[in-house]
DNA sequence: CGATATTGTTAGCAAGAGTAATGAGTCATG
DNA sequence: CATGACTCATTACTCTTGCTAACAATATCG
């Protein structure tokens, strides 16, 4: 082999050191979490934009897709899927007949939590096992790592 | 509405409520990692492996698949493309003919070399607008989210 | 030796995201 | 006030990436 084989501190030295040990985690945690779906549950998009729902209230369309970094099209077919399983309703935005404004039913808002009790389960029982030091870095790295997703 | 909304870290006082918005910012950067890619570059998932051998030197398709937490026939794909590119090598195992090593070529390690400098281009400035101790605090949780995601 | 386990591959499929094109509605400007 | 440009959402299509199931080759153990 060529390269020294540095562990994970050493390589996040640098900016660009953390940058790829970062993005390897996150892409990993992420193939993760979205094969620990359990089945009859949501896709990791449809959480989402639940749980975006559940925090912000009624949300256009476009507006979901610019928070969840997927494009138009995207969000549509999420949206779609979940207006067919009752969790959002679509009304007509009352000042552009172009938009939409997309809510929770109360099917959704009851998802939603009963999500926070068990669609996150197997995430939980993971933080569980974590230090206290450990969770509130982990609190502290999520506004972080959001911040960095919208920037 | 029907639930308040509540802001981050009001969520995040609790195991379920920390999983929740991680899940969600871990799935949303990954989203973003993913579209920010440079065209002609590797995906996700090669570039996770290319990692994987820099750091630790020949490796079983197995052992990356588990590494990688991926199937074995996932990493097959993997392997296949990167050595459609020269990036990487495939030798027997010596004591068992079963099993293969994956190894670097050169090409492969001059890239991952351009990788720290061009491929994380995106995440590494958006790291350079963080204070030093938002940094730290990355770093730390770069930690153990690698831990989480093997568990 | 023969049965079982392990390793990797092939084949086929499904989920999820993207781009391009389209339709409907709004707005600005001549 | 009409028309041309723009915006928002959707439809149609494609690509990537992951999975499971089935299989081939080799190893291991009774």
Redesign the pocket.
Known sequence: MLMKHPNVSQQTRTDAGLAAVLRVAV?RLA?RL??Q?PDASL????GAVLFALARHGQL????L?DHE?????????????LEERGLVR?MK?P??????LVELTEEGVQLVRADQRRREAWLTQRLRELTPEEKATLRKAAEILERLSQS
Request: zero cysteines; proline letters at 9%.
């Open positions: 892409g193939r979205r094969a779906r896709s990791l998009g449809q256009t369309p476009g507006a897709a970094k997927v494009q138009p099209p995207s969000m549509t077919r999420i949206i779609a899927a679509r935005h000042d552009d007949r172009r938009q939409q």
